[in-house]
């Protein structure tokens, strides 16, 4: 099941805000076994962003939504997830209670308008002040604050995803590759690796250094840690049989694995 991030603010796209999530919830993902597969940014446009959800719910996806959940006009977030599920907007009764038990009389009247959601939405506690987020369909919607989004979203990891931890994380091991003129000499020994071990990935990031010297090819193998060493050795070890190509390890396999 892939998991995609969606971050929402015009703030990120114009650059007044540096986004401080995708790094987070890689690092928290990774500590459960979990990977992202995709990166979404979307500007507060509420047509942009039911888009979006749309197409991300339609296709199976599990998607972690920060930012748009507050009660400026230009928090969309609420009204696009909506939007997207053809659903209407309503005040959700425990989550209006957690806003009034916090802030009293200072609840009324654009407080509460954070505890509207689509409706038959479930809630993502809020540790920071109880304003809650929300899920529903897939999508779990938390505020752009980091202090109160990354606990939210370990929550949600930790509860409705917990099935999705794995014990053995996916792994990658590197090496750099010299001596080649391009990618192009390589690629049949790339699907090569590929049809011989299917469930590994390959990356290939081509760098053209300061000269015919520098010039080289950074390659990753990932996968299980069993079958990822194996691939990597049997790419490694036909690497080294090009004529002229030069390998540089940088990351290796366990050498029980080897």
């Given amino acids: 099941m892939a998991i995609t ?61 920060c930012g748009g959940i507050g009660a400026t006009p230009d928090d969309r977030t609420r009204q696009a997830v909506a939007r997207a599920l053809n659903l209407p907007v309503v005040p959700h009764e425990e989550a209006v209670a957690l806003i009034v038990n916090e802030y009293g009389e200072r609840a009324f009247p654009n407080r509460v308008i954070m505890a509207e959601f689509p409706q038959g939405a479930g809630l993502i506690p809020n540790p920071i002040n109880r304003v809650a987020g929300f899920h529903i369909a897939g999508i779990y919607c938390v505020p752009g604050f980091p202090e109160m989004a990354w606990p939210m979203l370990e929550q949600v990891l930790d509860t409705h995803l917990k099935h999705l931890h794995r014990e053995q994380p996916r792994v990658e091991y590197t090496l750099r590759a010299l001596g080649t003129s391009g990618e192009g000499d390589l690629l049949y020994l790339m699907e090569q690796v590929l049809a011989e071990f299917p469930g590994v990935s390959l990356s290939s990031l081509p760098s053209r250094g300061n000269g015919e010297r520098t010039r080289h090819i950074e390659f990753g193998i990932k996968g299980q840690p069993e079958q990822a060493a194996r691939a990597f050795r049997w790419f490694r070890e036909r690497l080294l049989q090009h004529p002229g190509a030069v390998v540089e390890d940088l990351t290796l396999p366990p050498e029980s694995a080897l």
């Fill in 5 to 65: 991030l969606m971050i929402v603010g015009d703030e990120i796209l114009s650059g007044k805000r540096q986004d401080r999530h995708f790094s987070k919830v890689r690092e928290l993902l990774a500590a459960r076994g979990m990977e992202l597969d995709e990166l979404r940014i979307v500007g507060d446009d509420e047509a942009r962003i039911a888009e979006t959800v749309s197409q991300l719910l339609g296709r199976g996806d599990v998607v972690l939504s």
